[in-house]
């Protein structure tokens, strides 16, 4: 789950974490106001969306008057922000943050992620603060400062004075920088976070180490011992059908091909995706129905998928373990029935009583293209997508 960087801030905020006076906007008179409560410019207005490169596309103004405040918030607010992270689409801003400007001396990025492929923690720094770290990983990595963390292990103080040493910090510098980093890893960790990101870290003239941006995603699996972060989502943010899906207890995330996938488990559900593109289809989403693929979730699954409209034709691949193919067959039929299912549907079903699964097809009324393989259905659907089959 993501949050906004006003929201990620007063997180930061409560947690020891320096970061400059900024209060949220919901209107123009309501960023005057705020304007007028910091009471000393300049002022920063920043649009909030949940997407990187707010600046470059224009969602983020210095205001260096009460006037240039209300100028500024009037065009951001409500406007089409497009950014490299928005895609060509891009959000509509609904609100804003209304900060204090700081007195910078130097720009560095800071960020925490789960390193999978060690199975740790990975505290990183750079002395590239304001460029996207993607580019800065590619073109120059040697300027990116690693430090691992154990699972179950806490960040130590000589590994904040290491990701400190690391950005060339001096004197009391350190000491406010190492303070910075050790509260950082305690959001991370008593939060559940996934992936922080602050970009620009700054120091100030005033030798502060400061958080000027604020990125936080949080563990969706561990939301259930956080209420009060999970009350922070806006869903305005979010892709509908994604909102939908979480209602319902689906796995999904919509893509932007045109070959719906409905799914039982998450590696079947990538497996699927892959052999879509190996017969020259592009898969619209990744929807995982779990262990009981009954009529309800089917039905639920169908209506999701078939909110894009992109979808040409629904690939249906169950393995039957957890679930009996039979079942998920009439559940499939069941929910056919009761919704208006436009476009072909392919169907392949494997493992326990997938004979009589494949009857129950047979013989219902529906119009249903049966796969007797994985290579069968994925050479079917994409055929069916393009108006082949």
């Not at 154990?150 to 004075?161: I, S, T």
């Not at 030798?207 to 009350?231: C, M, Q, R």
Request: with cysteine; proline share 3%; aromatic share 6%.
């Amino acid at each position: 789950m993501n949050i906004h960087e006003y929201q990620g801030k007063q997180i930061f905020r409560d947690a020891g974490v320096p970061v400059p006076e900024g209060y949220p906007a919901f209107s123009v008179d309501e960023a005057v106001e705020i304007a007028e409560k910091i009471g000393s410019f300049p002022l920063m207005v920043k649009a909030q969306i949940h997407a990187g490169g707010r600046g470059k596309g224009g969602g983020v103004k210095m205001a260096k008057s009460m006037n240039e405040v209300r100028e500024h918030a009037s065009n951001i607010l409500g406007m089409n922000l497009v950014t490299h992270q928005t895609g060509p689409s891009g959000k509509l801003v609904q609100r804003l943050l209304i900060e204090s400007a700081s007195n910078i001396s130097r720009e560095f990025y800071a960020g925490i992620v789960l390193d999978r492929s060690l199975s740790k923690f990975c505290f990183m720094v750079s002395t590239e603060g304001g460029v996207e770290i993607e580019k800065v990983a590619e073109e120059t990595p040697e300027k990116i400062f690693k430090v691992w963390i154990e699972p179950g292990v806490d960040l130590k103080p000589y590994q904040a004075r290491q990701l400190a040493f690391a950005l060339g910090l001096e004197n009391t510098q350190v000491k406010s920088g190492v303070k910075t980093f050790m509260n950082l890893w305690k959001v991370f960790k008593d939060k559940d976070c996934s992936l922080m990101e602050i970009n620009p870290l700054v120091v100030t003239k005033e030798d502060e180490v400061i958080a000027l941006d604020s990125k936080i995603n949080f563990d969706g699996n561990a939301l259930f011992k956080h209420n009060d972060i999970a009350e922070l989502q806006d869903l305005t943010e979010e892709e509908p059908s994604e909102v939908k899906a979480q209602k319902y207890n689906l796995n999904y995330i919509k893509l932007d091909g045109t070959v719906g996938c409905m799914v039982n488990g998450a590696g079947l559900a990538m497996g699927t995706m892959d052999i879509i593109k190996l017969y020259g289809g592009e898969p619209a989403n990744f929807l995982d129905v779990g262990g009981v693929a009954n009529a309800e979730t089917v039905a639920q699954g169908f209506e999701i998928i078939l909110q894009d409209q992109n979808v040409n034709a629904i690939l249906i691949n169950i393995f039957g373990g957890i679930v009996r193919c039979d079942r998920v067959a009439q559940g499939v039929i069941d929910a056919m029935g009761k919704i208006d299912v436009n476009v072909p549907v392919v169907v392949r079903l494997e493992g326990t009583n997938a004979e009589a699964a494949s009857k129950l097809f047979d013989e219902s009324p529906l119009k249903f293209i049966v796969a007797t393989s994985l290579e069968d259905a994925a050479d079917k659907v994409v055929k069916a997508s393009k108006g082949e089959f």
